[in-house]
């Protein structure tokens, strides 16, 4: 079983994601975030935001709509390049994009030595250009509907406000605009898990420099560093990414440089982020649509220009994905009653003694957890017990994601915490009434420490930062 099947069963199992429109049989490449995937999503953009907003005075922040005038995307170019040449099997009707099976954008006739990967078959369509936005309507009279789109990505927004930034704040060159939110591309084969699908989250920064291409392919490096530097700060190993140059033939017409932070599963690199010089195209192509005058006037030197744009272009599902990857261990543990998923390649591994000695556990950074901190009464049948947990659960909730749990005994209780990457247990025992003092025990090393109670809080700010 590869990671994606492996994250995708625990997901659905733990509530991190769960299928589009499941009951009705699923919409393909689109995806529901449960109750610990939208803490570990939240998690992220709120690193996201704290790295490039909060700890830069010379980045704001912004949320553009997701709908936007149909000609903003003529200007960006879209409409007209933003499309992948696609080929249908006349077997089974499977398309797939002319990369996915090796040929040239338009190559036809395509060698009967290429088969279908879902039948067999080798007698394909003549490649075609699909467009990859998604159209939507607007207006409510039928007939009078003005159509325009879903946003393909959400860079443009930054780039339609950049006047507004400048007259409403004080920022001077060099300076970003962050931004997160969704966008939306008509997948021809969406999949992967959530790697690749019709509706995804970005978060981006448009960083804007003076037009001197040494100065501004030295901001490029910078931000290449800073992002990389920024997955490994959340525990991501380090081995596992790589930075990926765009070949001249791979980059985007506007761009005068671009990279990819891939990360590897299954020994295949996939894209995670891309950080891109995008020139001044985007502003140069919006002036010219708009006839807006889109220059900066530069207090120093009196001149009025077009800024350079450096591009840090990451995807929050993607980066979800990887985390979540990168974090599930299967580990043997000796004298062990942890009982292990059917769809664990360790689930037979058993002690001496006939019992299982494994267990799966997310060894995601506390910052990423959804929750911090789990709250158990030793038995959920002992009123007094159950009562201190219950104080101690309301109190620190106050400052932490806390999960509540009184089901089944304690050490499925720590299975299911560990599963979802919880890095602490709290247990309220009968020593705790007397002793105002609880068991932690620890994720990672499965160690435990009695700690009193009116020490939590400090306690547990410490080990979390």
Request: proline residues 4%; negative net charge.
């Amino acid at each position: 079983m590869d990671s994606f099947e492996k994250i995708a069963s625990l997901a659905k199992r733990r509530g991190f994601v769960y299928p589009g429109s499941e009951i009705y049989g699923g919409l393909a490449g689109t995806w529901d975030y449960g109750p610990l995937g939208v803490e570990l999503k939240r998690n992220l953009k709120n690193e996201f935001w704290r790295s490039m907003v909060q700890l830069h005075e010379n980045i704001v922040g912004l949320d553009a709509a997701i709908v936007m005038h149909p000609k903003v995307w003529e200007a960006s170019g879209h409409l007209e390049s933003f499309s992948d040449p696609l080929v249908e099997c006349k077997k089974c009707h499977s398309r797939f994009r002319t990369d996915e099976i090796g040929i040239s954008n338009f190559q036809f006739p395509i060698s009967k030595e290429i088969k279908c990967a879902k039948c067999g078959a080798s007698d394909w369509t003549e490649p075609k250009r699909f467009n990859l936005m998604v159209e939507t309507y607007l207006g409510v009279v039928e007939g009078e509907k003005t159509k325009t789109y879903l946003r393909g990505e959400i860079t443009q927004g930054v780039h339609v406000n950049f006047k507004n930034v400048m007259d409403s704040t004080r920022v001077k060159l060099p300076f970003g605009v962050a931004q997160i939110g969704k966008a939306f591309r008509n997948e021809i084969t969406p999949g992967g898990f959530t790697f690749r699908s019709r509706e995804f989250e970005q978060m981006e920064l448009q960083y804007y420099v003076r037009p001197d291409l040494k100065q501004s392919m030295e901001t490029f490096e910078y931000w290449k560093k800073e992002r990389m530097d920024w997955y490994v700060s959340l525990g991501m190993k380090k081995e596992n990414l790589r930075f990926k140059e765009h070949a001249k033939d791979e980059l985007a017409h506007y761009a005068l440089a671009a990279f990819d932070i891939e990360y590897s599963t299954e020994g295949e690199w996939k894209e995670m982020e891309g950080v891109h010089h995008r020139g001044d195209w985007d502003l140069k192509r919006h002036q010219e649509f708009s006839k807006e005058d889109m220059t900066y006037f530069d207090e120093e030197t009196k001149e009025r220009y077009l800024p350079y744009i450096i591009e840090t272009s990451g995807g929050v599902d993607r980066a979800a994905l990887f985390f979540l990857i990168d974090a599930y261990t299967e580990e043997k543990i000796p004298n062990s009653k942890f009982q292990i998923p059917n769809n664990s390649e360790i689930q037979n591994s058993n002690n001496e003694n006939g019992t299982p000695d494994a267990r799966i556990v997310l060894k995601l950074h506390p910052r990423l957890a959804p929750y911090k901190v789990a709250v158990f009464p030793l038995l959920a049948n002992k009123p007094e017990l159950v009562k201190v947990a219950k104080k101690i659960n309301d109190d620190l909730k106050k400052d932490f994601m806390v999960a509540w749990d009184d089901r089944g005994n304690i050490g499925k209780r720590y299975r299911a915490q560990d599963e979802a990457g919880t890095p602490f247990c709290i247990t309220v025992d009968f020593d705790s009434l007397e002793n105002n003092d609880v068991t932690i025990r620890n994720r990672d090393t499965m160690q435990q420490e009695r700690v009193k109670i009116a020490d939590l809080k400090a306690y547990l700010a410490e080990k979390l930062e």
